[in-house]
T-cell receptor, first 115, second 115 residues
Framework: DAEITQSPRHKITETGRQVTLACHQTWNHNNMFWYRQDLGHGLRLIHYSYGVQDTNKGEVSDGYSVSRSNTEDLPLTLESAASSQTSVYFC??????????????FGPGTRLTVL | AQTVTQSQPEMSVQEAETVTLSCTYDTSENNYYLFWYKQPPSRQMILVIRQEAYKQQNATENRFSVNFQKAAKSFSLKISDSQLGDTAMYFCAFMNMYNNNDMRFGAGTRLTVKP
């Protein structure tokens, strides 16, 4: 069955370190997204991609970067981790550009703690 | 920009009873989509129900139904015959009809079903 996976599931790091969170989907979806989930804010969009070599900034992109070298993967990099980036991170993918049945499928999330 | 508000941070309901979760949103768009997602303790985001703004008929999915009031910009979720497995965080989400990446989430309502 097609799926979307994230690794690691939990990560503890120190302030100032570079961290990369992996996202891999086997749906063959063109669109991929990264969200962060914080108490009181729901999910907020960090970056998204509509295809290989395409990346776009979302609502809360400062301090994050992504790259899309193939259809299946969209790694999220924190260039210099800050305590404010302690959060749960979700990756998602979808098939089309629009439409009510263009459901976003979510990964299981990565809990990141920055000390 | 669109905003989504869930005014009930926490709710509880007795098993087998009915509960309604509230959601309001703000948009200047006429066509859009609305969603309810469930996030159980496993953190997996699961789509519960979707509604197209151009449809007057309220969406239903088994025990889950919505009350969509377009003029009032209200989109509540009713869960009938509540089950212990319904215990989860519930997120209301708004998606722009023509722009897949423009998806906004509410802060969530934590629902506890009591035996």
């Amino acid at each position: 069955d097609a799926e979307i996976t994230q690794s690691p599931r939990h990560k503890i790091t120190e302030t100032g370190r570079q961290v990369t969170l992996a996202c891999h989907q086997t749906w063959n979806h063109n669109n991929m997204f990264w969200y962060r989930q914080d108490l009181g804010h729901g999910l907020r969009l960090i970056h998204y991609s509509y295809g290989v070599q395409d990346t776009n900034k979302g609502e809360v992109s400062d301090g994050y970067s992504v790259s899309r070298s193939n259809t299946e993967d969209l790694p999220l990099t924190l260039e210099s981790a800050a305590s404010s980036q302690t959060s749960v991170y979700f990756c998602a993918s979808s098939e089309w550009l629009a439409g009510p049945y263009n459901e976003q499928f979510f990964g299981p999330g990565t809990r990141l703690t920055v000390l | 920009a669109q905003t989504v508000t869930q005014s009930q941070p926490e709710m509880s309901v007795q098993e087998a009873e009915t509960v309604t979760l509230s959601c309001t949103y703000d948009t200047s768009e006429n066509n859009y989509y609305l969603f309810w997602y469930k996030q159980p303790p496993s953190r997996q985001m699961i789509l519960v129900i979707r509604q197209e703004a151009y449809k007057q008929q309220n969406a239903t999915e088994n025990r889950f139904s919505v009350n969509f009031q377009k003029a009032a910009k209200s989109f509540s979720l009713k869960i009938s015959d509540s089950q212990l497995g319904d215990t989860a965080m519930y997120f209301c989400a708004f998606m722009n009809m023509y722009n897949n990446n423009d998806m906004r989430f509410g802060a969530g309502t934590r629902l506890t079903v009591k035996p």
